[in-house]
């Protein structure tokens, strides 16, 4: 009994360990590659040829069953915008991208941020100062782990993205701090 609650003790502070880093990114620290190394191709992703979504959110919902979901996503991306995860800090494909373009949702290719608004948060994760449209995108309260945070969902699919914090740069004061798995990136030709 005591090995299982160490156990539990110890996924807890780990897991405590990656959200805190992404509240607070001057505690965010650099972890090593998964070593899985390939990336799947999804029927999400866009190809540079590919049309964008929509720019605005028309108030028309995407709604599917997990097991469609699967079929679509690969693995993190399912766990991350399906089950609320989130990728650890410096790995994602986006976090560090300085490329000029859109960022869709991985799930609906709903447009969400230009990368006009992105900046250095320091975090590990891509940090953007706002959304192409504020309907883009649905704040939650989110209360696990012990404390008050806003999760940001995509509007059309419910997508978990990750979460908006007050310390970023103006003229907003905005951090959306997200995590690449959530995000397609169509570069601007």
């Excluded at 900046?119 to 504020?134: D, L, N, R, T």
């Excluded at 649905?138 to 997508?159: I, P, Q, Y």
């Excluded at 103006?170 to 798995?181: D, H, I, Q």
């Amino acid at each position: 009994m005591t090995s299982k609650l160490l156990l539990f003790a110890l996924a807890c502070l780990i897991g405590f360990a990656a959200i805190t880093a992404c509240s607070n990114p001057s505690t965010a620290t650099v972890r090593p590659d998964d070593g899985q190394g390939k990336k799947e191709k999804t029927m999400s992703e866009h190809d540079s040829n590919a049309p964008l979504g929509d720019a605005v959110f028309d108030g028309k919902k995407i709604v599917k069953p997990d097991a469609e979901w699967k079929k679509v996503l690969t693995p993190e991306q399912f766990h991350v915008t399906r089950e609320k995860g989130t990728e650890r800090a410096f790995t994602g494909k986006y976090w560090d991208n300085h490329e000029n373009g859109i960022y869709t949702c991985s799930n609906c290719n709903l447009q969400l941020y230009n990368s006009a608004t992105k900046y250095e948060s320091g975090s590990g994760w891509p940090s953007f100062y706002q959304p192409i449209a504020k309907a883009n995108v649905t704040e939650v309260v989110d209360k696990t782990l012990g404390m008050v945070r806003t999760e940001v969902v995509c509007s059309r699919c419910g997508a978990h993205l990750g979460h908006v914090f007050e310390d970023g740069p103006k003229p907003t004061g905005l951090r959306y701090c997200m995590n690449s798995a959530a995000l397609n990136f169509v570069p601007k030709k």
